[in-house]
């Protein structure tokens, strides 16, 4: 299954400053961009936002990457998409992303989206291999891009971008936490637990794959939902909801049992919408309609409601 790079040139490596996503980024921007659309265009934003110079940029980064608002088209200003302002309006989901739903939530955005930032896109997507180190993602990032003919980052700019996305979600340790302050604890990625380091194997990593408890099933429908809209497509094999690019068993990191244990569950979750078969040894799920208007925040909804 190809991942369609077509759509995602230029390539993003930065924007972040260096600086995780912390939990009370988004809801600060999107209260202030409420009022002051054009926010991040203004010389004082950061002084609204109550942060330094560079932390401001890197808030409007992850407001844009975790698709709380968008810059508009043709004017200086920030819009708040549909998914933003039920998030965190003040009656919203989860305004100030305390639950696992919403840590998921913005996993599958940042993750599944590779014109969002592509070191995410490729590590829970592409990646080879169970292990890796910093300067081994490098190159076989840097290997893809070449491959596919697209605009190489600069070596320091690509270790920077894999460095921010191991600080979003390894437990971060003392010597970090005094440097970057105690709020880096709210990245709501920490979590997950999706990355650690090997033990015994300082600066190596792997990524956690499992039966993700927290994660609602809910959450689950809604992810091959939206693949399927991307394909453009009413049935799936179950090998690709596993294995393939912006799939649920990628980027959440299911294993096998515990995806096919959520499948089952399907129908009942969408309401009869979708359901799992396996006939004549061929394993899929099939859509009814995934154009049908308003699914999609159904199934993000009993996501939160179930949690709060």
């Not at 930065?14 to 202030?32: I, Q, Y």
């Not at 693949?227 to 497509?233: K, N």
């Amino acid at each position: 299954m190809s991942d369609a790079l077509s759509i995602i040139t230029p390539l993003t490596f930065s924007g972040h400053e260096t600086f995780a996503l912390r939990s009370t980024w988004l809801k600060k921007a999107f209260d202030l961009l409420i009022e002051t659309p054009d926010l991040f265009f203004q010389e004082d934003s950061f002084v609204r936002l109550g942060v330094g110079k560079n932390m401001a940029q890197s808030i409007r980064y992850w407001g844009r990457v975790c698709g709380v608002f968008e810059r508009a088209p043709d004017e200086p200003r920030h819009v708040i998409t549909d998914l933003g302002r039920k998030l965190l309006s003040d009656d919203g989901w989860d305004p100030f992303l305390t639950t696992p739903a919403a840590s998921w939530l913005l996993h599958w955005n940042i993750a599944a989206r590779p014109e969002a930032a592509f070191t995410w896109y490729y590590t829970f997507n592409l990646l080879k291999g169970g292990e890796w180190t910093i300067d081994g993602l490098a190159q076989q990032i840097r290997g893809y891009i070449r491959a596919h003919n697209l605009r190489e980052p600069s070596d320091v700019t690509l270790k920077r971008d894999i460095t921010c996305m191991l600080d979003c979600y390894r437990q971060p340790g003392e010597n970090y936490i005094q440097q970057q302050g105690e709020d880096v604890l709210l990245c709501p990625l920490t979590r997950l637990g999706l990355i650690q380091e090997i033990p015994g194997q300082r600066g190596s990593y792997y990524l956690v794959s499992g039966e993700q408890e927290s994660l609602p099933d809910a959450l689950v429908a809604y992810a091959i939902l939206s693949m399927l809209q991307v394909l453009g497509r009413q049935t799936i094999a179950f090998s690709d909801l596993a294995y393939a690019p912006r799939s649920p068993g990628r980027i959440f990191r299911l294993e096998e049992d515990a995806l096919l244990r959520r499948l089952h569950r399907l129908d009942e979750i969408t309401g009869g919408r979708a359901y799992y078969t396996d006939q004549a040894g061929i394993r899929q799920i099939a859509w009814l309609n995934v154009n049908e208007p308003g699914v999609a925040d159904v199934l993000l909804e009993q996501a939160f409601s179930n949690e709060l």
